[in-house]
């Protein structure tokens, strides 16, 4: 009998969302000292610095084919890039997975987009995304699959940890790793008690920015306050407060 499988591909950053950025920013940031220094005219600069991030993300990102079964989980990247070819595919069985984290994220320049972040014991990070809803289909079809797997694997692991304790002899070390074990699912940003707290302070803030000193707010900081601060205090408000998460 052939097990269920689900295979869903999408763009991602193979060699990690930190490290990418880490070298984009670096080599970027050095571009424009450079740029600076050689006196290019400062629109030429402000080009020059998005243009090579640009460049240098496209460069480093890749579409990557995951796939979930019953028992493995594989992550092939499709890219003949040479700094890709030694991770070019992995796979780990379901007893690997540390936890994972689902939900929606805000970009910084496309607007919303919904995300599953699985994590391994090994400490590697895979990240899956909906592409801003144009994968938003096959997105949904896939993380209903990943949840429902996760629950099954968990079913299953209570049944057996409980016989695996309680054969063991009293006097007898309880082993750090379990053959099975709970898969959890870890809070995002969004809903953990500093995402509250942040919330609020910048509400107390921009209160005591609009009693206390908007005489001294300018046109540009007053427009960005109002076109930037204030609909990101609304925005977090209804994520940290009001938006309901399962």
Known sequence: MNEKQ?????????????????????????????????????????????????????????????????????????????????????SYTWNNVLGFKNGTEKGKYRGEYQFLEIKFKKGDVWNATDMYGERRQDYTIFLNAFLEMVQNHNEKAKLQIPSQTSAMPINATIPTERSNHIITREKTFYETIYAKLFTVVLGIFIVSLLFNYSAYLNGSSLFKLIAVIIPGFVYLVYRSFIKKYR
């Not at 969302?17 to 000292?33: D, E, G, K, R, W």
């Not at 579409?63 to 890709?84: P, Q």
């Open 6 to 90: 689900i295979e869903y591909t999408c763009k991602i950053l193979p060699l990690g969302n930190f490290a990418s950025l880490a070298i984009v920013l670096s080599i970027s940031m050095s571009l424009m000292f450079i740029g600076t220094f050689a006196g290019l005219p400062v629109w030429l600069n402000v080009i020059l610095l998005v243009g090579s991030m640009y460049f240098l993300l496209d460069y480093l990102s890749s579409y990557a084919l995951f796939s979930i079964s019953e028992t493995t989980l594989t992550r092939n990247v499709l890219s003949d890039k040479s700094i890709f070819h030694k991770s070019k595919q992995k």
